[in-house]
């Protein structure tokens, strides 16, 4: 019988998910609990928690400075983003490829360490955000409560290889209110 704690990746093996690239991520609420707002007529609308969110979103460029946010769309018990990582070449990013030696005061490349902003880190910080805020929005507005977690444990990414693909994800994301009947998150 296989142990419940041995679970499977879902990442592409051997793939680093700190280097420059565009990545699709889905996020969804714990359960397919509907949080976020409502689709009316084909727009999202987003309630009190669904702003809270968008905000986090927002914010994600401000802490990782090697990240921007291209499309994205709340909905009403998941999220779509295409996150880019474009690289450590702007000054305000922090250089974790060089590290000083404490022996000698000397700077050195650092071994084994990210160049850029791990997917993984970016998803979580997003997470631990959303649900510290979600949490005062239960104490003090009267947000609907929620059992152990908002998020689902993990989340789902697709590396973008090319124009075409993401044309097609873009184009995904900005229609999935429209689509939202046919959505597999519907429920």
Known sequence: MPNKFDR???RL????????????VTVCCQNIAHRFGKVVNGQMVLNAAGLMVDRWIKELENKFPDIQIDEYVIM??????????????NAS???????????DNIMRPAEGEHKGSPLHNVVRWLKTMTTNYYIQGVKTLGWEPFD?????R??????????????????????NPLKWNEDKFYG
């Open 8 to 10: 499977r990746s879902i």
């Open 93 to 103: 990013a922090v250089r974790v490829d060089l590290c000083v030696d404490p022996h």
């Open 76 to 89: 009403p018990n998941h999220i779509h983003l295409i996150i880019e990582n474009i690289g450590l070449n």
């Open 148 to 152: 152990k977690k908002i998020w689902h």
């Open 154 to 175: 993990n989340y789902y990414e697709h590396i973008i290889r090319d124009e075409r693909a993401y044309n097609n994800i873009a184009q995904y994301i900005k229609n």
């Open 13 to 24: 093996k051997g793939y680093d998910y700190s280097k420059e690239g565009l990545y699709f």
